[in-house]
Each structure stands twice: as C-alpha cells, then as structure tokens.
C-alpha cells in the first residue's frame, strides 16, 4: 500500500509490499529506488519470500520535474524511513539491500559508497557511481575501497544513450581490481531499459540468488572509509 513521511512539513510517499509475519524469523528489506521520471512500476520486478519490499517516490528537484536521489535532498528521508520501517516490521537488520534504475541506479551507487554499513548487497541497474552535477572525478576512485564488505550487482546496456555505459564498466573494472565481490552484465545490444524487459527471466534468478545468499558482514575486524566530500549530515538508523 502508499504511505507517507513528514518531515518539517514536507510529505515523501512511499509504497509497502510483502514483509516477514511479526511473530516469525525476521524478513530481508528490500528498497527500490525509482528513475528520473519517478515511480516506474518496476518495484514489483523485486518482490521476494518473507521480503518487505519498499519503494520510496524522490520529491521533483529540477524545473523539468526530474528527481534525483544524489544531490543530497533525500538523504534525510532514506534514512527516517528505514529507522520507521524497523520499528514497524519484523526485519533482519543483516538483510537490508538497495537496487535502482537508471537516476535510482545512481541512487544506489551514491548510498552504497556513503554507507555501505547499511547493505547486505546493492544492485545498481543503468545508473553509474559518477554523478554529471558533480564532475567527472567525483567520487574519487578512493572512495571505492568503502565497498570492501559490500557485493555489488552491476547491469547495464553497451548502447544506452541516456546514461552512457562507461562509468558503470569503469567501476566494475575497479571493483576487480581490489577483487572486491562483485557481479557486472553488459548487453551487447542494450539501450536504457529494453534489456531489462528482454532478460528479466535470468536478471531474477541472479539477484534472488544474491538475496538468498548475501548477509551483511556487521562486525569486519578492519574498516577503511573515504569521504573527501559531505553532502549532508543526517544521523542514520
């Protein structure tokens, strides 16, 4: 169903499906964060056994309409509506994943490299971990070492005139370089989104196998963090 957060007298929409039984085993959140144009329908693409799947609606940033989930503007919401949705629902904390397309898929890059304490798993779809606002050489490659304990599931057309390829094949390139887990499909043939339609039987299988299998690492014995730039400060979860 819809639902909203208020804060400082703004509403953020956001729909609920699925969830663990309350007096059950705790369920994995799922969060799906939407394109440019907002709310896209492919929340239900991400529906998974005992998972609460959640999909949160970025508010209008640009004259255009466009939303966007890098600028910083959403930070406060995210995290308000995870610290809402663990209070509310029966959910693993070890499970937590994040998954976009296109602007959602920059979302999940620009979330996984600022917390990646959060996630279990993240799978960025035709997004790219570069943001046009911010210049080519940001985030800096450094920052790339924050991604240690977090497997990544990259997907990306090689003929996408709306968000090039490069950046996403550059960042899978530099997450085998640290030989950090990690998963990248290019389609030969695949603009913005027809191959996400075309293969959607094999981009199931694949990511529910990563949310079956992935947990979060909560306690790794080292941690090397990166921030050369702030954004916003918003106390997490």
Do not use: C
């Not at 039984?21 to 005992?50: T, V």
């Not at 943001?131 to 497997?151: A, T, W």
């Amino acid at each position: 169903g819809k639902r909203a957060i208020t804060i400082e007298g703004k509403t953020f929409p956001y729909t609920i499906s699925g969830g663990a039984s309350k007096g059950g085993k705790p369920g994995p959140l799922i969060i799906y964060l939407h394109g440019s144009g907002g709310p896209d329908g492919q929340a239900g693409f991400w529906s998974h056994p005992g998972a609460l799947v959640v999909a949160p609606e970025a508010p209008p940033v640009k004259a255009d309409g466009e939303r966007e989930w890098t600028n910083g503007y959403t930070d406060e919401f995210f995290f308000e509506l995870v610290r809402t949705l663990r209070k509310e629902y029966n959910l693993d904390p070890n499970r937590f994943y994040l998954a976009g397309f296109s602007a959602g898929g920059f979302g999940t890059w620009y979330y996984s490299l600022r917390y990646p304490d959060l996630f279990a798993a993240v799978f960025p779809m035709a997004g790219g971990p570069w943001y046009p606002d911010l210049g080519p050489e940001y985030p800096p490659e450094s920052n790339f070492m924050n991604l240690k304990f977090l497997p990544i599931s990259i997907w990306h057309g090689a003929l996408d005139k709306n968000v090039p390829v490069g950046p996403e094949r550059k960042a899978a390139v530099l997450l085998q370089k640290l030989k950090y887990e990690s998963f990248y499909k290019e389609y030969p043939d695949g603009d913005h989104g027809n191959w996400f339609h075309a293969d959607s039987g094999f981009i199931k299988k694949e990511t529910s196998g990563w949310l079956n299998a992935k947990v979060r690492t909560p306690h790794p014995k080292e941690v090397t963090y990166f921030a050369e730039l702030v954004i916003s400060k918003v106390a997490k979860p």
